[in-house]
């Protein structure tokens, strides 16, 4: 099966600043790549995702930037705010239909005022 | 548009006992996926239904069962739980051929 890796574990940023979280996965057949933000006691919510034959997507502050022959993605968040502060997850799936979602470990992203 | 529900919100069971979450899925969404969220960790996938059939099972035992009704909603059943079956058990309703999928808040099992 499918490892995804996420790095890092806990981010830091001074309100302002950018933040970058980091993801590998081992399967080549992947194809769909959605970055979930978890914030405490919620449920996650899909903020972006991008699929293999786009290599850079982005909506407002929120980018994801995908290579696909290095089998990693990026999510990328500028200009951060305080309420950016949750968790984040990227996940990946081979098949359209997610019966295959792997996720990674988690980010807890803190965004200080 | 409903978005999706899922009861209880929170549970507390035995080791050896059975349990049965419910999940109704977003408005007109005929797929539903389930997964468990170990704390501090993320969520893995259990299994998928799409018209009343398992369709995709990640690496969980058969004490986790299934199913899904005529109304699109389901239930995950667990038998003979373990401590380690304690975690957050969410929902997630697709459409079928859509990536898109939407979590519902989640039932919170905690095993003694």
């Known amino acids: 099966g499918e490892n995804v890796e996420q790095h890092p574990s806990t981010l830091s940023v001074q309100e302002g600043d950018s933040a970058v979280i980091k993801c590998t996965y081992s399967?080549?057949?992947?194809?769909?790549f959605p970055w979930y933000k978890q914030e405490l006691g919620k449920r996650p919510q899909l903020i972006i995702d991008i699929r293999s034959n786009v290599g850079e997507k982005k909506d407002q502050r929120i980018a994801v930037t995908l290579n696909k022959t290095a089998k990693h993605f990026s999510l990328h968040i500028t200009e951060t705010q305080p309420e950016d502060s949750a968790v984040y997850f990227c996940?990946?799936?081979?098949?359209?239909?997610?019966?295959?979602?792997?996720f990674g470990a988690g980010t807890r992203l803190t965004v200080k005022p | 548009e409903t978005g999706v529900t899922q009861s209880p919100t929170h549970l507390i069971k035995t080791r050896g006992q059975q349990v049965t979450l419910r999940c109704s899925s977003q408005s007109g969404h005929n797929t539903v996926s389930w997964y468990q969220q170990a704390l501090g960790q993320g969520p893995q996938f259990i299994f998928q239904?799409?018209?009343?059939?398992?369709?995709g099972r990640g690496n969980f035992p058969p004490r986790f069962s299934g199913l899904q009704f005529p109304n699109y909603s389901s239930e995950l059943n667990v038998n003979a739980l373990e401590l380690d079956d304690s975690a957050l058990y969410l929902c997630?309703?697709?459409?079928?051929?859509?990536?898109?999928?939407?979590f519902g808040p989640g039932t919170r099992l905690l095993v003694l």
């Open positions: 997630a309703s697709s459409l079928r051929y859509s990536e898109t999928q939407y």
């Open positions: 399967d080549s057949a992947s194809n769909y």
């Open positions: 239904y799409y018209r009343e059939e398992e369709n």
């Open positions: 996940a990946a799936s081979r098949t359209s239909n997610n019966n295959d979602m792997r």
